[in-house]
């Protein structure tokens, strides 16, 4: 394996070399919010500028960038991958059982009043959510929830994604 130390100041200068570093991040940013770039190319082009940097910049070597970009990106999707694919087997679990209307069913009778609602389901399964899985797993079953009791879906991602803050 290849061995390099890194240079924190390879440009001379700490603020130069400081938004050179951040240049990644603001090209990933900027080219979805003022590009309109779909976030997957976004994240592609990031990637790209960042090991153009990595290796211009920094003088990385090409083995070692490559095996950080393929590790952090095995890093970033493994876990958060691992519990989206739980998470959609048991939404589908619960519907095939007949359960997920046994769900709807007894909140629509304990709570007829939508408020009261997104209390229970957003803010107190989500933080259970929350604390047992983390990575905005509450977001996406709270808002699943909220959708099959009548709340609009930009309504209930919005109040699950607020939710999501007070237990965090």
Do not use: C
């Not at 304990?110 to 107190?124: E, G, K, M, N, T």
């Amino acid at each position: 394996m290849d061995h390099w130390l890194q240079n924190y100041d390879p440009l001379g200068n700490a603020f130069l070399s400081t938004l050179v570093a951040a240049l990644p991040v603001v090209v990933l940013l900027g080219s979805i919010a003022l590009l309109h770039i779909r976030i997957h190319f976004a994240a592609l082009l990031g990637l790209g500028v960042a090991l153009a940097i990595a290796l211009g910049v920094y003088r990385m070597p090409v083995r070692l960038a490559t095996a950080a970009a393929i590790f952090g990106g095995a890093y970033g999707l493994l876990p958060i991958g691992w519990i989206i694919l739980n998470l959609i087997f048991l939404y589908h679990l619960t519907v095939k059982a007949g359960l997920f209307e046994v769900l709807r069913g007894s909140l629509s009778r304990l709570a007829p009043d939508p408020r009261i609602q997104v209390i229970l389901v957003a803010f107190s399964f989500g933080a259970f959510f929350e604390g047992a899985a983390g990575f905005g797993t509450p977001v996406a079953v709270t808002a699943a929830i909220l959708i099959q009791l009548g709340f609009k879906p930009l309504h209930a991602s919005g109040l699950s994604l607020i939710a999501n803050t007070a237990p965090v």
